[in-house]
């Protein structure tokens, strides 16, 4: 018997059944034969993989599915939603250019494009994403792109996408699609150029991945794969594979929470102790329309606009907020959302805690305001739990 090569020990060699499950590629490199192999990957008449910083069978298979779902021509894996939008970003717009945001974003991707106006030189125009009347007149002979949600954070507001791409007529819309997933709404199909998700969130749905996906268009998508290896933004192999595998219950899941969240949502809007909420099922919602017209679906025509309901509490600032964590039962308080499990969040100390406390008012974003991430328990065990704990911070 011949001495063993610690160089292929734990390879198996080819066999002739496929596993039911996809494997995952847990290498930094691939082994090239020869240098004309490497010639034909590099210039993409050969399938293959190089260095996992560029590209991994698990990378591939993940953007493959992100593209099926979003009707796109090809996708793009990073390794959280912030890397896939700054990627994005830095793809398309660079010094001296000009950007268009929505006013009501995400906090860090506000935060995002404030560092690229203050370290980059990139003039960015911030727009009610409401009124595609604000976006078509913040236009510029070099404006590179539009960057709005489906649905605001934490405010719930509804963007109408294919409106906003008709405004900005070729100017490319890139729509953050984190809240709704393609099981809502694709972008794509109503004029957005590319869609981005931290897929951390619905896509993989369980709280044990840090991810970001793009689709778009092969040829954006190429360009921003080149700007994510540039910058090391590369999504770790096995996190892709338990986001692929969380794809396979999205569209039960989807439709559970957007249950049990309109349902909350009309049961919050009528409790003593909570002063406003945002969740555009409720007519009171400023985006209400909007989202009648845009995301109603079933044999009731009920609003299906995810998981995700942000509510004030009757005054009593942080420390009401901060006794209201206190008293909860089995909801804790998390910094992300879109768990299996209910979630609270504080938008005004988390992701809009690097504005200052005027900044926040002006948005909306109060210290009273909590944002509550719907899991997968039943609407009653949620319904109750919060009855009980708003009933005692009367108390």
């Not at 494997?23 to 210039?43: G, K, M, S």
Request: aromatic letters at 6%; hydrophobic letters at 45%.
């Amino acid at each position: 018997m011949s001495e063993p090569h610690p160089a292929r020990m734990g390879h198996i060699a080819g066999f002739s059944t496929s596993p039911s499950a996809p494997p995952i590629y847990q290498t930094t490199a691939f082994d090239i034969p020869d240098l004309d192999v490497l010639a034909e990957i590099y210039a993409g008449s050969t399938v293959g993989h190089i260095y996992t910083r560029d590209s991994n069978p698990n990378h591939s298979a993940l953007a493959e599915s992100i593209a099926m779902l979003e009707r796109a021509e090809a996708g793009a894996v990073f390794s959280s939603g912030m890397g896939a939008i700054a990627a994005v970003a830095m793809t398309l717009a660079g010094c001296g250019d000009h950007v268009i945001v929505g006013r009501s974003l995400y906090g860090v991707t506000l935060k995002l494009m404030s560092r690229l106006q203050q370290q980059f030189a990139v003039d960015v125009t911030y727009v009610d994403a409401c009124v595609p009347n604000s976006v078509a007149a913040a236009v510029r002979d070099n404006t590179k792109f539009c960057l709005i949600e489906t649905v605001s954070n934490p405010l719930l507001e509804v963007a109408d996408v294919a409106a906003i791409a008709t405004a900005l007529g070729s100017v490319p819309l890139v729509v953050d699609s984190t809240f709704t997933t393609p099981e809502l709404v694709r972008p794509l199909e109503q004029g957005a150029a590319i869609v981005v998700h931290s897929a951390s969130k619905y896509l993989n749905g369980h709280g044990d991945v840090m991810l970001g996906v793009a689709a778009g268009s092969a040829a954006h998508m190429k360009a921003v794969r080149a700007t994510s290896s540039v910058l090391g933004q590369n999504a770790n192999p096995f996190e892709c594979w338990l986001t692929q595998r969380g794809l396979r219950t999205l569209p039960l899941r989807v439709r559970q929470v957007c249950e049990t969240t309109a349902g909350l949502a009309e049961y919050l809007s009528t409790h003593p102790q909570v002063s406003k909420v945002y969740h555009p099922s409720l007519i009171a919602h400023g985006t209400h329309a909007t989202a009648a017209r845009l995301y109603a679906s079933g044999a009731n025509g009920e609003i299906r606009t995810g998981g995700i309901v942000s509510f004030v509490l009757n005054g009593g600032g942080k420390a009401a907020v901060t006794k209201f964590m206190q008293l909860l039962a089995t909801i804790p308080f998390s910094p992300t959302l879109a768990d299996s499990r209910t979630t609270i969040s504080h938008p005004a100390t988390t992701s809009h805690g690097f504005m200052t406390k005027q900044e926040r008012t002006a948005l909306g974003i109060v210290d009273e305001m909590i944002r509550l991430s719907v899991g997968l328990e039943s609407f009653e065990q949620l319904r109750d739990e919060l009855d009980a704990v708003l009933t005692q911070l009367d108390q």
